[in-house]
């Protein structure tokens, strides 16, 4: 319990790490909240910054997921006799939740695509590459980041299921059931893309600003 606790504090504050927000304050002395789309991500850095800083943004969004989840690994192996993928979805969860409400910048952070995509690759490589395969086939075909991240998020319980079923043949049910909670996350958060999508006023890359 105390491990698990340790890791769940570590991966928050590790999660409050909001790259988009250090790198645009840092490098342009300004707040990514109060541009384009509002939010606290590597998408909305990309329009309004470019590519080097979102480069940047994804790099540090990623790897705080990365390193939550291995941490919890190797905390939940050294110091308990439960099984590691427990701490690693603790962790991916908190890491989610620090990203979303960051305890160094008011609690308003972003909606979890990179860092929940840190955590798949430090849970199971292998499970990143349907999802990325989803995202580009989306995202070719709508040119929404948004749409591709929320096809994704709908699609990692069932890639989960699938890998923890028919590979792996363990922890199913644990496995699905977190995955299904951080992806109805990511997907509650898109909630303002979802109804600009609806309106067709959703932000298109490669086309005119709307
Ligand atoms: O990573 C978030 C992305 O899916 C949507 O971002 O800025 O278009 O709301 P944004």
């Given at each position: ?58 790099v ?5 997921g ?38 160094y ?13 840190g ?12 999802l ?67 309106n ?11």
């Amino acid at each position: 319990v105390l491990c698990g606790a340790a890791c769940a504090a570590a991966a928050y504050l590790l999660g409050s790490l909001s790259f988009s927000i250090i790198v645009t304050r840092l490098l342009y002395h300004k707040d990514i909240r109060t541009f384009g789309s509002g939010n606290a991500g590597m998408t909305n850095v990309l329009r309004t910054f470019g590519k080097g800083a979102a480069a940047l943004t994804i790099v540090g969004d990623i790897g705080k997921g990365i390193l939550a989840v291995l941490l919890a690994k190797w905390a939940f192996g050294a110091f308990t006799a439960a099984d590691p993928i427990y701490g690693a979805y603790i962790a991916a969860f908190c890491a989610v939740l620090g990203h979303v409400y960051p305890v160094y910048f008011g609690f308003k952070g972003g909606k979890a695509v990179s860092v929940a995509t840190g955590t798949i690759i430090a849970i199971k490589p292998v499970l990143i590459l349907p999802l990325l395969a989803v995202f580009f086939i989306v995202f070719l075909c709508s040119k929404m980041v948004s749409l591709a991240s929320i096809c994704c998020a709908a699609a990692y319980p069932a890639v989960t299921f699938l890998y923890f079923h028919f590979v792996a043949g363990r922890d199913v049910v644990l496995t699905t059931c977190c995955a299904a909670v951080i992806g109805g996350l990511v997907i509650w958060l898109h909630r303002s893309n979802i109804q600009r999508i609806k309106n067709g006023t959703e932000y298109k890359f490669g086309r005119k600003k709307k």
